[in-house]
């Protein structure tokens, strides 16, 4: 009868893997996402761009009410005169001294009325584009923070997995040297191992240059973001009813906001295109004064003379003819009415799609995380049974390493489910227009503390 020898124990794979990950648990000096959010907030370029870009804007906007305030201006005036006459005989000089306060004030245009409504929309336009930025940089930091969470993980199960089969690699050379397996068991260990070492070298490098992305977005040197809780109750989605969150976006979606911005601007461009055929009438006032100190060519002497004039009035203007401009830049803005409208009819369908896929997307991922958490059991099962059966002679070596693989794969796979399960849900919320700031609240309750 053949007798099985029992083969040493091998290293508990919790064990293994718990020491590593200690060695990549969050620092004191950590900071969460909505820490790393202000800061980002604080330092990047793209955003502080679209923040100035958003206040030259609003200063723009202003400059169209000055079509329909009234305008005032002040000269003043010197000059010095040489009168000379034959008959009788005078030759002098004398000063001459002006100023005039003149104002406007616009009645009737129709055009300057037109540009003001302009104005008003132009700032509704600029509040969207700064809106938009602003959930771009919320979905940009929260990406590079759960890139480097993603980065930490998977070095940290390649090195649990590397000291796993470093402890198979020993037990084979083991049982090798006092006859119970073959040089195939050790061969196939090494390769493996061999294997999992250039897989740590990638590892590395790759959270090596995800913070270097976080560090850069955030204005810090050295950003350590916390880790997840795990395990972790995902939050759900509400409202589970994507033509809810559909019919939020083609109210409050930037860019559907922005295209019906436009869409009023090109209906106002209509009215100021139509005003060329209509009259203006505007209030006008003034008043002036020229003095004389040593008098004038007519009073001789040193005779202070001075004159004041007041003078209010309508001016009316009415256009008559301008070659056909007119009529023309009508038809022009009527064609760029309707591409505006076309526009906004294509943002909302872009929105639309864009919502209906994220929000698809988001429940696949939640569908993923479920079933992974499944596989990670069965996983660590298969690797149990099979190290056992390893112990006693039924299972080969590759058999123990190959399951030791498929559970630090299905781990990682787990860790990227959730965070993008997490970040999916902002994309969402960015899809349909709706993320805020306040959003990330409930993604820092599920991180370490």
Same mark, same amino acid.
């Given at each position: ?22 060695? $990549? ?42 079509? /329909? ?106 049982? $090798? ?34 913070? /270097? ?110 070659? $056909? ?34 929000? $698809? ?36 070596? /590759? ?51």
């Amino acid at each position: 009868m053949k007798t099985l020898f029992k083969k040493p124990a091998l290293l508990p794979l919790s064990l293994a893997l718990g020491t590593v990950l200690a060695a $990549f648990a969050p620092a004191a000096q950590a900071q969460n996402l909505v820490e790393l959010y202000r800061s980002a907030r604080e330092y990047d370029a793209a955003y502080q761009s679209a923040r100035s870009l958003y206040e030259a804007n609003l200063a723009k906007a202003e400059q169209a009410k000055a079509g /329909i305030l009234p305008t005032a201006g002040l000269s003043l005036g010197a000059s010095r005169t040489n009168f000379e006459n034959n008959n009788p005989v005078a030759d002098r000089s004398f000063p001459t001294q002006t100023g005039s306060l003149n104002a406007s004030q616009p009645l009737y245009r129709p055009g300057n009325w037109a540009t003001y409504e302009q104005g008003k929309q132009q700032v509704v336009l600029s509040r969207a584009q700064l809106e938009v930025a602003e959930q771009d940089l919320i979905v940009r930091t929260s990406q590079a923070y759960f890139d480097v969470l993603a980065a930490q993980d998977t070095l940290a199960f390649v090195r649990a997995q590397k000291a796993a089969v470093g402890e198979q690699l020993a037990s084979a050379k083991r049982n $090798f040297e006092v006859g119970t397996s073959t040089i195939t068991d050790s061969r196939e260990a090494q390769a493996r191992f061999d294997l999992v070492t250039a897989q740590e070298i990638a590892a590395e490098n790759d959270l090596r240059v995800k913070k /270097i992305a976080l560090d850069q977005l955030v204005g810090r040197t050295d950003a350590q973001p916390k880790g997840l809780l795990v395990p972790v109750e995902l939050p759900p989605l509400v409202p589970a009813d994507v033509n809810t969150w559909v019919r939020q976006s083609e109210d409050m979606h930037p860019t559907v906001r922005q295209a019906q911005a436009n869409l009023e601007v090109a209906k106002l461009e209509i009215d100021k295109a139509e005003a060329g055929h209509k009259p203006t009438l505007d209030l006008t006032a003034s008043y002036g004064v020229q003095r004389n100190p040593q008098g004038s060519a007519i009073t001789a002497g040193p005779l202070d003379y001075r004159t004041n004039s007041t003078t209010v009035g309508l001016a009316l203007n009415l256009p008559l003819f301008a070659g $056909f401009a007119t009529q023309n830049r009508i038809r022009e803005t009527l064609s760029l009415e309707e591409k505006a409208r076309t526009d906004l009819e294509g943002a909302k369908r872009g929105v639309a799609l864009s919502t209906r896929t994220a929000y $698809f997307g988001v429940l696949s991922g939640q569908g993923q995380v479920k079933a992974l958490e499944a596989a990670e059991a069965s996983s660590q099962s298969a690797l149990d049974a099979n190290k056992l059966g390893y112990q006693v002679g039924v299972r080969i070596n /590759i058999d123990v390493l190959n399951a030791q693989s498929q559970l630090f794969q299905t781990k990682r796979d787990l860790a990227q489910a959730r965070y993008n399960v997490l970040i999916g849900g902002l994309k969402l919320r960015q899809a349909n227009g709706t993320l805020t700031p306040e959003d990330l609240l409930l993604i820092n309750s599920l991180l370490t503390q």
